[in-house]
């Protein structure tokens, strides 16, 4: 009974415990700025996705509850480009850590009305990923620091707060889950299990002239049975190795994975997931390496 | 307890229920009942694997029919800002996920057709068609050439 006592404090200290804010703030400006490069890029062609002169058909048959259907009925350009740049506005603020809070629920709003307005065609993980993850920060502490809140309160950027450490676990989790799924599954996919999925992801439509260079060497086939199952065997442990006494490596190894996806086959908006590995660390670990270089001010300590 | 935390456990039970299912039926296809379908396919979605890959490629082009017969290709990317896979996969799946009252390669024609009018090319038609061509370890566009590549048209307008 004692020991089962003891464990709910140990689950309920890992889930609720105050900590220092320098994990999470750190995350919200990478997330924040690597948003806002994926919005800017789709600016240009505002009026062909969100706005009533798009080329695409309504998405009204599937899976959007009725009390949203009004949602992604396009608006004229000028209410888009208005409403495009509100969301950009509020992007910044979240950088920023302008009412951190607000700000990342404005953009989870934002973001959730796109979704359903285009980028639902594309059905993309990393954009349902973006979403989640504003959404938890919109709950967050992701503001004590690093922050315009901390400037206007107290003075100073640098000064901080401690925080719950609760949406921190809760963003750790999902990444876990994604990788659990993602690597997991390959397990038992055909194309996974020989070198296919690799070779003709190499001379797909995704890839790149890197890509085809690699494809283009006289490598046998089993080379790419060698890449399928190192692929396989790492995203199979990779969701335990985040959270291991090595999980260095396995950051190292994750910043790898996602860089080599990209230069592969282009699919650079995964590099945000490296930002969510300093999730994973001990917060009081990263407030002190931040405390080494970046001292907080004598005053605000 | 504090409320905060009792709402907390409550929070992460949920989400770790929806999580679970999601896995499950990424693993095994095994739909949880009670479990709303657009919430399992978004949260799925969060973790499903790349896992279709093609022997051929595939690329969507539009044309416009000038006033002599005959067509010339109209800059579809220019409409829609994806990367080149995003750009094809979105046209693959855009038959699946409309209205069903719509043909969605016969709506994209229309609109072309509206909007190249707009941007003053006085089209006599517009219309969708899909090329394919054999993969080439060269390049993606290499073995699109006439004997190779063949083409389907998806929807045309009026």
Redesign the interface.
């Known amino acids: 009974m004692k020991n089962l006592f003891s464990k709910h404090r140990a689950v ?1 200290s890992w ?2 415990a105050l900590v220092p804010p320098h994990a999470l703030a750190l995350f919200r400006i990478f997330f924040g700025m690597f948003l806002l490069i994926l919005w800017l ?2 600016l ?2 505002l009026p ?2 969100f706005a009533n ?13 009725s009390f949203l259907s009004p949602f992604p009925v396009p608006p004229s350009p000028e209410i888009a480009c208005l409403l495009y740049i509100i969301f950009l506005s509020f992007l910044v603020f979240f950088i920023l850590g302008f009412y951190t809070r607000t700000s990342a629920f404005v953009s989870f709003l934002f973001s959730l009305y796109y979704w359903f307005l285009a980028m ?6 990393y954009d ?2 973006f979403i ?1 993850f504003l959404f938890i920060l919109s709950f967050s502490g992701a503001g004590m620091t690093l922050s315009w809140t901390m400037r206007h309160r107290h003075g100073s950027w640098w000064a901080w707060e401690p925080i ?1 450490v ?1 949406p921190q676990r ?1 963003i750790a ?2 990444v876990t ?10 397990a038992w ?1 055909p ?2 299990q020989t070198g ?2 690799i070779y ?8 790149t ?1 890197f890509a ?1 260079f690699i ?2 060497l006289p490598l046998s086939f089993y080379f790419y049975e060698v890449m399928s199952g190192i692929v396989k065997l790492f995203e199979f442990i990779l969701p335990f190795g985040l959270w291991s006494k090595s999980q260095r490596w396995f950051f190292l190894g994750g910043a790898i994975f996602h860089i080599l996806v990209t230069c592969v ?3 650079w908006w995964f590099l945000a997931l490296i930002a969510t590995y300093i999730l994973f660390i001990d917060p009081e670990k990263v407030f002190m390496w931040f405390e080494k270089r970046f001292p907080t001010p004598a005053p605000l300590r | 307890m504090k409320i ?2 009792f709402a ?2 409550l929070f ?1 039970t949920t ?2 229920f929806f ?1 679970s299912a ?2 499950l039926y ?2 095994f296809r095994i739909r949880v009942p009670g479990v709303p ?2 919430f399992l ?2 949260a ?12 051929v ?3 969507f082009r539009a044309e416009g029919e000038l006033e002599n017969g005959v067509f010339e290709s109209i800059d579809l990317q220019s ?8 750009f ?3 046209f693959f ?2 038959k699946n ?4 009252s ?1 043909q ?1 390669y016969q ?2 024609a229309q ?2 057709f509206e ?1 190249e009018n707009k941007r003053g090319k006085k089209y006599r038609s517009a219309r969708l068609l899909v090329e394919q061509w054999p ?6 566009w290499v073995n699109n050439i006439s004997p190779l590549q063949n083409h389907e048209i998806l929807g045309t307008y009026p």
């Open positions: 309920d889930l609720f890029r789709r240009p062609f062909y996705l002169g798009r080329i695409l058909p309504p998405l009204l048959d599937e899976g959007i509850p639902r065609l594309v059905e993309a993980t349902r990923l989640i719950v609760f809760l989790i999902q889950m994604t990788y659990l799924g993602s690597g997991w599954q390959k996919l194309g996974w296919e999925v003709y992801m190499l001379i797909g439509m995704r890839s002239r085809h494809a283009a086959i282009g699919m | 905060r935390h907390g456990y992460l989400y770790l999580l999601a896995f990424t693993m379908w657009p396919r978004f799925y979605g969060t973790m499903a694997p790349y896992q279709g890959f093609s022997t490629n595939s690329f409409y829609l800002h994806l990367p080149q896979g995003e094809i996969i979105l799946r855009l996920h409309t209205s069903s719509l969605p709506y994209v609109r072309l909007e993969m080439s370890v060269r390049g993606f």
